[in-house]
């Protein structure tokens, strides 16, 4: 398990940097289980000889019914729904259990921080999304666009220049719909290709942040995304077409500038 084996490692290694955002990311990829009382509410609100509120969490439902016998039973929580919860608790660390027993303690700010650069927000979270000219996102734009038949697991790419404005991160963001399993390992592997086959980064190049988002547990997510305006990337699996949506396309297809754009679909 790919969370467990990230607090071990984090434990192996006294709280390095390194292994926290390892154990973050794996938070964020995996989703955790959270203890719930018969009635549905949270378990228990643990609190730090501080008097933070803390929220437990565990790596698997085995994970809560051996660690945590005195809960009724734990419900899956993925990222979103993790910070949602962590917000109307006002916990401000993160109590995570790995199947082992053994248990580290997170501010959930850093939780927040690394789901800011990976493009995830929930409530009352600021992320602005935009197009980019930046070439990179133009060079991931058409590498996806050449690679997307051979995924079938992926559905829709989204390109953009990510923003978040609570603390000014900035980077290219690459949104996917997937239909397998998160963590998705369709998503990985793409961009693992794009990166090593297609992409060439230079010198000071943004950083690139990759989230795929279900297409059934995330629909509300991949709306939000799909009405910004970014460069685009569709495919029917069915048929093997593909359609880009750019407003490159609609820059170039203009002949007077002050005509209204038009959105242009580029299909290969």
């Given at each position: 398990?790919?969370?467990d ?6 434990q192996?290694?006294?709280?390095s ?10 938070v ?6 959270v203890?719930?009382h ?5 378990y228990?609100?643990l609190?730090t000889?501080g ?8 790596v ?8 945590l016998?005195d ?22 660390h ?8 053994s248990s580290v ?8 921080q690394a789901?800011?650069?990976?493009g995830?927000?929930?409530n ?8 980019s ?5 133009v ?7 050449r690679r997307l ?7 829709c790419?989204?390109?953009s220049?990510?923003r ?8 290219l963001?690459v ?7 998160l ?6 592997q793409?961009?693992?290709?794009l990166?090593?086959e297609e992409?060439t980064m230079?010198e000071g ?10 297409q059934?547990?995330h ?6 995304v ?7 990337i569709?495919?029917?699996h069915s048929?093997?077409?593909i359609e ?9 297809g ?13 299909r290969?």
């Amino acid at each position: 398990m790919i969370l467990d084996a990230a607090l071990a490692d984090l434990q192996g290694k006294g709280s390095s940097e390194t292994g926290v955002e390892r154990v973050l990311a794996a938070v964020i990829d995996q989703g955790v289980y959270v203890p719930v009382h018969d009635n549905g509410s949270l378990y228990l609100l643990l609190r730090t000889e501080g008097g933070a509120p803390t929220l437990p969490a565990c790596v698997s439902e085995a994970c809560c019914a051996e660690h945590l016998p005195d809960a009724a039973g734990s419900v899956y929580c993925d990222a979103l729904r993790l910070m949602d919860i962590a917000r109307q608790t006002e916990a401000e660390h993160l109590l995570l259990f790995a199947s082992d027993g053994s248990s580290v303690a997170l501010p959930v700010a850093s939780l927040f921080q690394a789901m800011a650069q990976r493009g995830l927000q929930g409530n009352g979270q600021r992320l602005k999304l935009t197009w980019s000219t930046h070439p990179l996102a133009v060079a991931l734009r058409d590498a996806a666009a050449r690679r997307l038949r051979e995924f079938p697991n992926i559905h829709c790419v989204w390109v953009s220049q990510a923003r978040w404005l609570d603390t000014g991160i900035e980077n290219l963001m690459v949104h996917m719909a997937v239909d397998d399993e998160l963590p998705s390992q369709a998503s990985q592997q793409f961009m693992q290709t794009l990166l090593e086959e297609e992409v060439t980064m230079g010198e000071g190049d943004p950083a690139i942040s990759a989230l795929a988002l279900h297409q059934v547990a995330h629909a509300a997510e991949i709306a939000n995304v799909d009405r910004r305006g970014l460069d685009t990337i569709r495919i029917d699996h069915s048929s093997g077409r593909i359609e880009v949506i750019s407003q490159q396309y609609d820059a170039e297809g203009a002949p007077e500038a002050e005509q209204p754009p038009r959105r242009w679909w580029r299909r290969s």
